[in-house]
Structure formats: C-alpha cells, structure tokens
C-alpha cells in the first residue's frame, strides 16, 4: 500500500486540511501517516482521518525514510521553521528522504518562494490533488 506521509505543526490545521481532501480522492486505497511536529498537529491531523499519527523530532525522522510520498509546507525542510519546532534534524530527514516531496509555498519565515503566487490554501490543495497525487496508484 502507498503510503504518505502528511507532516504539519502548530494546530496541524494544514495537514488536516490535505489528510480530508486525500481521503476525499482515495478513501481507504492508501495509508496516510500524519506526523505533527507536536501532539496538538498530530491530533488534529488524526481527527481529519490519518490512518496513524506520531509526533515529535524522532518519530518524524524515523517515519519519514519508509515514505513513498511527504506532503506538507515549505517550512518542514527549513531549519527551525515554525517558530522552532522543525529541528535541524527534521528538516535533514525530510529533505533527504527518498520519498517524493509535495511541499505548499506556505511560510510565516522570512523567506519567500520567487515565482509563485498568494493561493489560498483550498486552491494549493486543489492543485496537489489534480496535478500531482491524482497520478499515483
């Protein structure tokens, strides 16, 4: 079974919202795995239907390497992204995992993404769901 990989933190409010349209598409034909960079994420994430949850620095770069795919902001390859709780590890995890990589251009960092544009969350979701996750099996 595909698994993916749904990584969020703070209110885990984004991976909830992408964990619903996923399951939405697929219903039970793949397994999603939410990991929150803290227990509130995770719950939440959890609540919109993830098959399983784990949080934290080492559940997160543990569950990671067995990913076929990783769904989640930018911020989750950037060190100490929201408002720390990416660690250095997770973000080296993430970023060099196998899996292949859906990242939304979603940041409150003092970075920005040259080349994209202010989409509203329900769009950008719409958008992995068309053009990318709607082609694996």
Do not use: W
Not at 32 to 38: D, E, K, P, R, W
């Amino acid at each position: 079974m595909i698994k993916i990989c749904i990584i969020d933190g703070q209110g885990g409010g984004i991976g909830a919202a992408i964990i619903k349209r996923i399951k939405e598409y697929f219903g039970e034909s793949v397994e999603i795995i939410a990991l929150g960079t803290n227990a509130i994420a995770t719950s939440q994430m959890l609540k919109a239907k993830a098959n399983r949850g784990a949080s934290g620095e080492n559940a997160i770069i543990q569950t990671v390497k067995q990913a076929d795919y990783i769904v989640g902001p930018i911020g989750i390859i950037m060190a100490n992204a929201m408002m720390g709780e990416v660690t250095p590890r997770i973000a080296e995890a993430v970023s060099s995992t196998p899996a292949r990589k859906y990242f939304l251009p979603l940041s409150q960092e003092n970075a920005e993404i040259i080349g994209t544009a202010a989409i509203p969350l329900p769009h950008l979701i719409d958008e992995l769901m068309e053009k990318y996750l709607s082609r694996i099996s």
